[in-house]
Structure formats: structure tokens, C-alpha cells
């Protein structure tokens, strides 16, 4: 019987670890999926290439949802600074947007088509 009760008490140590484990592997896996959810919306709008977006055409929804460390404010602030100056003539100009720093610069520099700066944009 001592045999019998260890076993269990080691079985039941065994899945509560493994429980432990699944629970992390999930919490480590969702951010990812919801980049890729994000992606594939992204790339169904008409200001993006593949997987890049028109800078000078999306809109701030559409912004948020392709640039990393982009959320409401900050799209919404990059959207009526173009609308104030014009269109972004380069990715640097970015720098000049309130709340756009240099690290999220560079996060989101290979997400932004560089075609977007371009005189034939539309």
C-alpha cells in the first residue's frame, strides 16, 4: 500500500508541474498569435505591400494595427501630422511626431514601405 500511495502522490506532483509548464507555454505563445492576426488584417488593406505600410496613405486604425509600440494616440498624432506638413518624405521624418522616439523608429523601420516616399506615392 506505501508503494501505492507514493506513486500516486509522485504521479500527482508530475501533472500538477506539467500544468504548471502548459499554463507558461500558453502565455508565451498568445502575443505571438496575435501578431499574426494582426498581420493578416494588415495585409489585407489596400496601404500595404506584402507585409509594409504606406506611411503617407493608411489610415490611424490602419497604422495601429502594422507598426510595433503604436497604439491609438500615437497613430492618430502621426496621421494629422501629415495632414499638417504633408506627406513623409523619409522614415526619419517620423522622428518629428510627438511621442515617436528612435527606438520605436527603428522597431517598425523594415514595416514601412519605403516606396511610400517616393514623388509617384499615392
Avoid: W
Avoid at 3 to 15: E, H, K, V
Avoid at 22 to 51: C, L, Y
Avoid at 75 to 96: C, D, N, P
Amino acid at each position: 500500500m506505501k508503494i501505492n500511495g507514493l506513486l500516486a502522490s509522485l504521479l500527482l506532483g508530475l501533472l500538477s508541474c506539467a500544468n504548471v509548464f502548459a499554463d507558461q507555454t500558453v502565455q508565451q505563445t498568445t502575443p505571438v498569435a496575435q501578431e499574426s492576426q494582426q498581420i493578416s488584417a494588415v495585409e489585407k488593406s489596400s496601404n500595404f505591400v506584402g507585409s509594409m505600410l504606406n506611411i503617407n496613405t493608411a489610415t490611424a486604425s490602419e497604422i495601429q494595427k502594422a507598426l510595433l509600440g503604436i497604439g491609438a494616440k500615437k497613430a492618430e498624432a502621426i496621421v494629422e501630422y501629415r495632414e499638417k506638413h504633408g506627406k513623409f518624405t523619409a522614415v526619419e521624418q517620423l522622428l518629428e511626431v510627438q511621442g515617436i522616439g528612435k527606438a520605436t523608429l527603428e522597431k517598425n523601420r523594415e514595416r514601412i514601405d519605403p516606396l511610400s516616399f517616393s514623388e509617384n506615392s499615392k
